[in-house]
């Protein structure tokens, strides 16, 4: 109990560090929301900056300290506020989460699920035809940078042999349905950027649980399930993955708290519509109010999942609940 | 290849792709034989319009004419202005040409200090109520209870000359200024859309700039009737007040306006022909659009401002005129806009008159433009200025003329014209590096002056010179706009004199001006940047064509999407 409620102390403390962060950083950014809104729109007249100025707040001097407590008190209770574009800041989170989760949510899962199995297989058969080709493959592919697998990908499937869409994620006009070609269309606009993020992550899982394979394979009790004469394929799922694997759940209950903020590359290659995308329009047009929540709901997303990771292990592994 | 800069709708710069050979300078497509501007209406019905426009990021359905961030979509569709100014024709005088719009007429007293305005009756607003004077006169002091719409800073509490607005008789309304006021009608006649008392006097008056206003109802020829986070779909006002029996106007039926986050998508869009009217920057637009219809796809770029090179005067070498003749006659601006604008964005001149959109205003005499090695580098030696052993000159106290430009980041055409502007300066002994900055930070050094050179253009452009050039050198916009902290009083009395005077009299004014930037280089105008405009006669005729200049053409110049909404057809 007291590993449980000391894991829960350290996430208050570096929640409240992180809120503390996200106030003080786009302060100090260079500008304001009404250049920014100058900046960034043709058509508005210079002398606008006076009623934009007006309209954000940009020359109230308030003190900063009740300026902080009230930022504390709106995020616990969930007042974000106005966007830039005068937008309620959840609204416009709420309408873009779908696409973040499905795309990048979605390929995560399957990036696991393709990197564990290779993985596995790739010890199992360590120096096969697959561990010669796959992993070294893999591995080399993870350590691009996902926009530019993306946009190699972008450069052949679209523009070249323009078998794919190049970006958004469905057609323009096409009213969103729950019929099958609009789901086939989001699916078709999803192929490249899944694949980009898929042939990225997957190789790191590969190594990961290639090298906890090949450790579990030579403890004892796989030996002893040889000698017992079992089948080969339940010697290395049921004895050897399963061992392997629990290192690498508690990395992916990690990995799914950065698939929010690690959407950001992959959705301005792409414009693809979901949270990075608009994280990165809110950074480019001084959007405090919609920065802050994006902030904070990738910092939740991260420490909620370690907190929970960090239970389960305790769950897990009576060892860690005395330490 | 593939980008995301915001390009066209929004002030972004596009990638540019540099200089293909056999991309024409001609700013024009080849003119279209289609009737517009007024005159055809073929009174018949139907079509669907798609526009393709780069907004950068999705729709949020809100229509607030004074939320700059999504009026684009607003105003011209649905909320219309009292009358529609058109920047780029001029009357014989050199005045703008003025169509009444929801006004039927105005006049200044002789003062230019009273302003009356005769409102047109007869016109409803979509929900069927009777539109009227009141409606004006609400609009106009809903800018003054709440500070945050009035963006065009006309009332006299946010720094403008209007100090009361009232109603004579039951359809005139009577503008009041604390000065003369006569650069003002353009932001009160065109610039301000008139919104249905009925409707917004039901909202906090005070907070009016955070009104959604998501079911918008206006008096112009389009209805919105659907919304969604990609697309916005707009079906015709049947009951629009400029239709008569046999004269339907508007004619297109459905217009949409999809929303394109990126420059890539929205050209792919207009190069495979499913939209028609286009307000994008394409690289290659010959190969890439024209040719693939090159009987009915046509381009347009009507110059409008100057991009120019802001020398900071407060920085004690650049305050030198020397220095700055001789930075302006080391550049040759016809290479910059070959090889940085492909041509597409034409050389300006040192009198800051866009050409050929002011030719009216521009005087031939006054023009000091020369491009010349030679002159630019006796001018520095004349000045006191050796050239050093690294090839830079510097003066007797060993200041070397070492500057750094700042840009916008991702403006990649301009990056490309900052390298020949290097280059040429180099060889005259001036030595530039250019440093990209972000548009936020860009914006708050060129405004708080924290810069030795700045490369940039104005963010609007107005009825005349004018309202390019006051911003540009009027000692009261430094810290806004006059990038360069120009101060001068001649000058400042000229910008002053302005607003009270004839015709003649602003024609004598902007020469002087024009002498000005001329003698004193306080700017040092480089290219003239361009609305970037296709269009496909292929279902559509009226369009704006470079012989029928009738309004400015891109989709996001507002209230001119009006006018030509009003003016385009369906033809089969």
Not at chain 2, 150 to 156: F, I, Q, R, V, Y
Not at chain 2, 242 to 271: C, I, M, R, W
Not at chain 2, 302 to 321: A, E, G, R
Not at chain 2, 406 to 424: C, F, N, P, R
């Amino acid at each position: 109990m007291r590993y449980v409620s000391r894991r829960v102390g350290l996430f208050l403390i570096t929640l409240w560090a992180a809120l503390t962060v996200n106030f003080i950083i786009p302060r100090v950014m260079p500008g304001n929301e009404a250049q920014a809104v100058l900046a960034t729109f043709r058509n508005v007249n210079p002398a606008a900056l006076h009623a934009l100025e007006i309209e954000f707040g940009v020359n109230v001097h308030q003190n900063l300290l009740i300026t902080y407590f009230q930022y504390i008190w709106n995020c616990l209770t969930g007042q974000f506020g106005l966007t830039a574009q005068r937008v309620p800041v959840l609204t416009e989170i709420i309408s873009k989460l779908p696409w973040t989760l499905g795309l990048v949510g979605v390929t995560t899962v399957i990036a696991f699920a393709i990197g564990t199995f290779v993985g596995v297989l790739g010890a199992w058969r360590r120096g096969g035809k697959l561990d010669g080709l796959l992993p070294p493959l893999l591995f080399i592919v993870a350590s691009f940078p996902v926009f530019f697998v993306g946009l190699l990908l972008l450069f052949v499937f679209a523009v070249t042999l323009n078998w794919l869409p190049l970006s958004s994620n469905y057609s323009i006009g096409t009213e969103p349905s729950l019929s099958l070609s609009f789901i086939g269309d989001v699916l078709v606009h999803a192929i490249l950027p899944a694949i980009s993020l898929i042939v990225v992550t997957a190789g790191l899982w590969i190594y990961s649980m290639r090298n906890n394979m090949i450790t579990t394979l030579a403890e004892d009790y796989v030996k002893m399930g040889r000698a017992k004469g079992l089948k080969s394929w339940r010697i290395m799922i049921d004895y050897a993955a399963r061992n392997a694997i629990l290192p690498n759940l508690t990395g992916f209950a990690m990995q799914l708290g950065y698939v929010l903020g690690g959407s950001i590359l992959i959705e301005y290659t792409f414009s693809y519509p979901g949270l990075g995308y608009l994280f990165y329009t809110s950074t480019t047009d001084h959007d405090l109010p919609l920065m802050q929540a994006l902030f904070l709901v990738y910092t939740l997303a991260v420490l909620v999942c370690v907190l929970l990771a960090d239970l389960a292990t305790a769950g897990l592994d009576p060892r860690t609940r005395d330490a | 290849m593939v980008s995301t800069w915001r390009t066209n709708l929004r002030r972004f710069k596009p990638m540019t792709v540099l200089v293909v050979a056999g991309v024409l300078a001609a700013a024009c497509g080849s003119a279209t034989t289609a009737n517009s501007g007024g005159t055809a209406n073929t009174g018949k019905v139907g079509g669907k319009l798609l526009i393709d426009n780069e907004s950068g990021s999705t729709w949020t359905c809100q229509f607030n004419p004074f939320n700059p961030s999504v009026n684009i979509t607003s105003i011209g569709f649905i909320y219309e202005p009292l009358e529609f100014i058109n920047i780029l024709q001029t009357n014989p005088d050199g005045t703008p040409k003025v169509t009444p719009w929801l006004a039927t007429a105005s006049s200044w007293s002789s003062d230019f200090k009273t302003l009356t305005m005769t409102i047109r009756s007869g016109v409803k607003w979509s929900d069927g109520s009777p539109f009227s004077a009141n409606d004006v006169l609400y609009t106009f002091n809903a800018l003054k209870a709440d500070p945050a719409l009035d963006l065009n800073a006309l009332w006299s509490v946010d720094s403008g000359p209007l100090t009361n607005v009232t109603l004579q008789g039951s359809d005139q309304v009577v503008f009041t200024f604390n000065a003369p006021a006569e650069s003002y009608f353009y932001y009160v006649a065109d610039q301000t859309p008139i919104v249905p008392q009925h409707i917004w006097s039901t909202q906090d008056q005070t907070k009016l700039d955070t009104y959604a206003d998501t079911a918008p109802v206006g008096t112009g020829p389009y209805l919105m009737s659907n919304c969604s986070q990609d697309n916005i779909k707009y079906l015709r006002n049947t009951k629009y007040w400029q239709s008569k029996p046999g004269h339907p106007v508007p004619q297109v039926a459905e217009v949409d306006y999809p929303a394109f986050l990126s420059n890539t998508s929205a050209n792919l869009y207009l190069a495979q022909g499913q939209a028609q009217w286009g307000a994008q920057y394409i690289p290659n637009i010959q190969s890439y659009y024209i040719n693939k219809s090159p009987s009915t796809r046509h381009y347009w770029f009507p110059p409008t401002l100057n991009v120019s090179l802001f020398p900071n005067l407060n920085n004690p070498l650049l305050s030198n005129l020397a220095v700055r003749q001789a930075i302006s006659m080391a550049i040759d601006r016809s290479q910059v806009s070959q090889r940085g604008e492909s041509g597409y964005e034409p050389a300006a001149n040192q009198t800051g008159i866009v050409l050929p959109t002011y030719k009216a205003w521009y005087e031939k005499s006054l023009d000091t433009t020369t491009y010349s090695p030679s002159k630019a580098e006796s001018t520095l030696q004349a000045a006191g200025f050796t050239k050093g052993s690294d090839g830079i000159y510097a003066n007797a106290q060993g200041q070397k003329l070492s500057f750094s430009i700042k840009t916008i980041s991702g403006y990649t055409d301009w990056d490309a014209s900052l390298q020949v502007i290097t280059q040429e300066l180099k060889a005259v002994g001036i030595e530039v590096t250019v440093q990209d900055e972000d548009s936020t930070p860009y914006t708050n050094d060129t405004q708080n002056g924290t810069f030795q050179l700045a490369y940039g253009e104005m963010p609007v452009a107005g009825p005349g010179p004018y309202y390019e050039l006051r911003p540009l050198l009027f000692s009261g916009s430094i810290g806004s706009t006059n990038y360069e902290r120009y101060r001068s009083t001649s000058t400042d009395a000229l910008f002053n004199q302005y607003s009270g005077a004839t015709p003649a009299q602003q024609l004598t004014i902007i020469h002087e001006i024009s002498a000005v930037m001329a003698q004193d280089l306080p700017v040092i105008p480089v290219v003239e940047g361009v609305d970037w405009y296709q269009y496909d006669t292929t279902n559509f005729g009226g369009w704006p064509t470079p012989s029928n200049p009738y309004a400015q053409p891109p989709v996001w110049a507002t209230p001119d999407n009006g006018m030509v909404l009003t003016q385009l057809y369906p033809v089969s």
